[in-house]
C-alpha cells in the first residue's frame, strides 16, 4: 500500500501539486499554516469517510477555484481519484482506474490510519467520536463495515422520519424498517467486536517502555444478535416517537479504552498517557491489517515527534523502520527527524509551495 505519485488540483491551498514518492518515510516539514496537514487530508480521502479533519466537501476547494477538487495517486497499477466538479462541488465522486465507484469501495484498496493533534480529545469528549474512530479502524480491515454503516444510518434515518410524522406510522413500513436497522446495526455491532477482541488480543496488559497498552471494552453485546436488536427497537417505538429519535442501536455504542497496566480509564490518565494509548492502538491495528490482508497499511502521522521526548522519538521512528510500509509524518522543525532512516524522502512546504530537501 505505497503511493508512488499523488497529484493535488485546486485542494486546500494548493491550485497544483505534484509529489514524486515512494516506500518508507515521507517527512514534511514547514511553519504552521504552510499546508503540511492539507497533504495529509488530501491522502486520507483516498480512504473511506471524510477524511482526517472531518471537513465539509465545500472546504477543500481552493478558494480561487470554481469550487472544484481532484485528489489522484498511484500505487502500482492502479490509479485511485476523489473530487468534486464545478457543476456539483458538493458532490464527491471516486473512480479506480479511471471507472466510478462508490467512495466506500476505496478501503478494498488502500487500508490508511491516522493520527492527528485533534485525536488528542478522543477519551474526553463525546461518544460519537470514539465511534467514529473505531469504524475507521473495521473498515482497514473489513471494507463491507463502511457500507454497512451508511445503510443502517440511511435506514435510521427513515424511521426517525416515519415516527416522527404527526399521524400513526405505517405499521409494515415501520417493520421493514426496524428489519433492515436490526440486519444492518447487528453486522455492525458484530464488526465492532470482533476488532476490539482482534486488538486486545495484539496488545500487552505491561508497559514495554515505549508506549503505554491499551484494553478496549465495547459495551454493546446485546446488539450483536439480529433477533435481539429487532425486538429491543420493536420495543422502544413509543419511546422513541417521543423523543423524535431512535435510542436503540449500535449508534449509541461507545467505545472505552483503558491504561492496561493502571487498569485505568483513559479519561482519567494524563495527557501524555493518553497519547501513548493512542500510539498503543494504531500501532497494534497496522500489524493487525499487515497480518490479515498480508501488506502494511499507510500511516500518516500529523506533528507527532513533537509531542514526544528524543528517546520515545527515536524508538518510535526505529519500529516503524521494522515494521515497513509508507509512513507519511510532519512537523515545524526538520530537525525533529534527525533519527529518521536516511533513505527518507525530506520535503519542505512553504505556503503552497512543496520542495525536496
Known sequence: ???????????????????????????????????????????????????????????????????????AAELGDVQLGTGTSAEYPERRKTRVNGAAVPTNDLAQWLSILWLTPAMDR???????????????????????????????????????RLLADEYMPD?????ALDGQLAGFGSAVAEARFRITEALNSALTVTDDGLFAAARLHLDDKQLRSEMALLEALKASRQADRGAGRTLTGPHRADLTVFHGAKAQAAEKCSTGEQKALLFSIILAHADLIAEQRGTRPMLLLDEVAAHL??????????????????????????????????????????GGNVTRR
Open 171 to 175: 405499521s409494515e413500513w415501520l417493520d
Open 309 to 350: 521526548d528524543p528517546g520515545r522519538r527515536a524508538a518510535l521512528f526505529n519500529q516503524l523502520e521494522d515494521k515497513g510500509g509508507q509512513v507519511w509524518l510532519t512537523g515545524t522543525e526538520p530537525g525533529l527527524f534527525d533519527d529518521i532512516p536516511e533513505n527518507a524522502l525530506h520535503f519542505q512546504v512553504a
Open 122 to 160: 478522543l477519551f474526553m469528549e463525546g461518544a460519537s467520536g470514539r465511534r467514529n474512530f473505531l469504524d475507521r479502524l473495521v473498515t482497514a480491515l473489513e471494507p463491507e463495515h463502511a457500507r454497512n454503516c451508511t445503510r443502517y444510518d440511511a435506514a435510521r434515518r427513515e424511521r426517525n
Open 1 to 71: 500500500m505505497t503511493i508512488s505519485r499523488l497529484t493535488l488540483q485546486n485542494f486546500r491551498n494548493y491550485p497544483q501539486l505534484r509529489l514524486e514518492t515512494a516506500p518508507g518515510f515521507i517527512v514534511l516539514s514547514g511553519d504552521n499554516g504552510a499546508g503540511k496537514t492539507n497533504i495529509l487530508e488530501a491522502v486520507s480521502l483516498l480512504s473511506p469517510g471524510r477524511g482526517l479533519r472531518r471537513a465539509l466537501i465545500k472546504d477543500m476547494a481552493y478558494e480561487q477555484s470554481s469550487g472544484d477538487f481532484a485528489v
